[in-house]
Each structure stands twice: as C-alpha cells, then as structure tokens.
Nanobody
Framework: QVQLVESGGGLVQAGGSLRLSCAAS????????MGWYRQASGKQRESVAV???????NYADSVKGRFTISRDTAKNTVYLEMKGLKPEDTAVYYC?????????WGQGTQVTVSS
C-alpha cells in the first residue's frame, strides 16, 4: 500500500502562487507515475498534471504554462508549483499514485483563489 499526504493549499489572490507537496510512503517502489488532480464544487475530478517514473510530464491544457509538476526522489515527494492562479483554479487538489496494485489518493488540500 501507499500513503499520500498533501500539504500547501490555502487562500490566494488571483495572480498569486502556491506550491503543493505530496509525500509518499509505503510501497513506493511500485509506483509508475504520480499526479495531481482537482475537483471543483459540483464538478468531476480532473487531471491537472502527471509525472512518470521516467520524468515525463503531462499537463491539462488549462494549466499549461502556469503549473509545474516536479519530484524529489530522495524525499519521495511530488510538488505542484502553481503560478498565475485564477479563480477557476479553485478546487480541492488531490495527489494520486499510479501503483501496480491500483490507484492511491491523498486526502486532498483546498486551494481557493479570490478575484
């Protein structure tokens, strides 16, 4: 099993920045990729950014050029650097680990962007 603990959410004004962190523990050697998803109120959860074991990244069109996903393998931590935040980025952000046993999720962290 994998345990994921997110941190770094909060309230920020439009145009501001935040960095989310996701610390992984447990059976981390069997993780294929990690990513950030978000779910706004009344909407479905959507993929924001993913980073594979090989370091390849993929972003939702809505965040390209503003968000950056990265990882620190020594700390087993994945980050999401968010810049130029917009009110429509307001959501609960979840960390995900794609593991050979299945998919694991963190508890989520709230990001609120005020206009």
């Amino acid at each position: 099993q994998v345990q994921l603990v997110e941190s770094g959410g909060g309230l920020v004004q439009a145009g501001g920045s935040l960095r989310l962190s996701c610390a992984a523990s447990g059976s981390i050697l069997s993780i294929n990729a990690m990513g950030w998803y978000r779910q706004a109120s009344g909407k479905q959860r959507e993929s924001v950014a993913v980073i594979t074991n090989g370091g390849s990244t993929n972003y939702a069109d809505s965040v390209k050029g503003r968000f950056t996903i990265s990882r620190d393998t020594a700390k087993n931590t994945v980050y999401l650097e968010m810049k130029g935040l917009k009110p429509e980025d307001t959501a609960v952000y979840y960390c995900n680990a794609d593991h050979f046993e299945g998919s694991y999720w963190g508890q989520g962290t709230q990001v609120t962007v005020s206009s």
